[in-house]
């Protein structure tokens, strides 16, 4: 396959070749472009490489919120002490990605700008209350919750022209603790089953706040905003109950790695045995 590839040299040299060439389609680690281009899914005539444009880098903002460049490899952010120090479950929540190699080249934007609902990185993001930061030619910038940011399989809200710079994560509440799994019935570096990332803040032995996000479930990553409602206030004895209601939330399809009605149960099982493991 052929196409003209522009390797820009800045982020604005980028957004102008996206200005200017609306048919252009832009690539950061590959991984999943040549996936998409070798099964002609996608056939682009135009390329604007990313890997050059220097929008890579992670550091701690003077009001806490940590910042990861978009074309910052998915291992780069995993064995950074920056990312561990803000929120060591999200460090290890990039460690579950694939593979060494896979990571190696794989970037935290394309993994959100791809938006597979079986990603790991997204269920992680949503319920640390991360925030996508995009940008256009112009020096318009907005800034959009992960949650929202993934608006259906394969598709997000990036609008033509624009391009992901970064993901902002919060200082995490004081108190909050936070913990992804990843239930793989198959192999370690395959996609999930049914993946749970929990955030959690305990006081006097009850939930007193919990952010629930699952991926591999439905059309995208997932909010389960019943089951975090039903957590509030929870005692250990109540955790059962209160997870219970994800099997509801979600809006699972069969697919190779499990039933509709499995995965159900599964978001139950794994729901519960996160909040418990951050109740202990
Ligand atoms: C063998 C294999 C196993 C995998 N297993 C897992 C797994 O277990 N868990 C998991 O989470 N993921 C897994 N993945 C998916 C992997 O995480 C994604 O392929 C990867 O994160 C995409 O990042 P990339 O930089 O390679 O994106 P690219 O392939 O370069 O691009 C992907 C998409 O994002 C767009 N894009 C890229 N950067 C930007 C940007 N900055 N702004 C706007 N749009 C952009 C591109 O146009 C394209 O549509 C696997 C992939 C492979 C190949």
């Not at 996206?18 to 996608?42: I, K, Y």
């Not at 064995?79 to 060591?88: E, Q």
């Not at 993934?150 to 909050?176: N, W, Y």
């Not at 990332?197 to 305990?202: C, G, I, L, S, Y």
């Amino acid at each position: 396959m052929s196409y003209e590839l522009h390797r820009p040299r800045s982020l604005d040299e980028a957004l102008a070749l996206l200005e200017r060439h609306e048919d252009a389609h832009v690539m950061a680690g590959a991984t999943a472009m040549v996936l998409l281009m070798r099964q002609g899914l996608v056939r682009p005539e135009r390329v604007v490489s990313l890997r050059d444009a220097g929008m890579s880098g992670i550091r701690r903002e003077a009001d806490g919120t940590l910042w990861i460049g978009a074309t910052t490899t998915i291992r780069d952010a995993e064995t950074s002490d920056a990312v561990r120090a803000h929120c060591a479950a999200l460090a290890e929540t990039f460690g579950r990605v694939a593979t060494v190699r896979v990571r190696c080249q794989a970037t935290i934007g394309g993994n959100l700008a791809h938006a597979d609902p079986a990603q790991d990185p997204p269920p992680m993001l949503i319920a640390i209350g991360a925030e996508a930061e995009l940008a256009r030619a112009g020096g318009a910038r907005r800034r959009i919750a992960v949650e929202d940011l993934l608006v259906d399989q394969f598709a997000t809200a990036i609008d033509p022209g624009e391009l992901l710079v970064g993901v902002r994560v919060p200082p995490p509440a004081p108190g909050t603790r936070a913990t992804y799994v990843k239930f793989l019935p198959k192999t370690e570096d395959d996609y999930a089953t049914v993946s749970v990332a929990a955030a959690v803040r305990v006081a006097d032995g009850r939930i007193a706040d919990a952010r629930i996000a699952l991926g591999s479930v439905g059309a995208t990553a997932i909010r389960a905003r019943k089951t975090e409602q039903a957590l509030r206030g929870a005692a250990p004895q109540q955790i059962a109950d209160a997870a219970a209601i994800v099997r509801d939330e979600i809006d699972a399809i069969d697919d190779l790695r499990g039933s509709a009605a499995y995965k159900r149960e599964m978001a139950r099982v794994w729901t519960e045995r996160a909040v418990r493991s951050l109740m202990a």
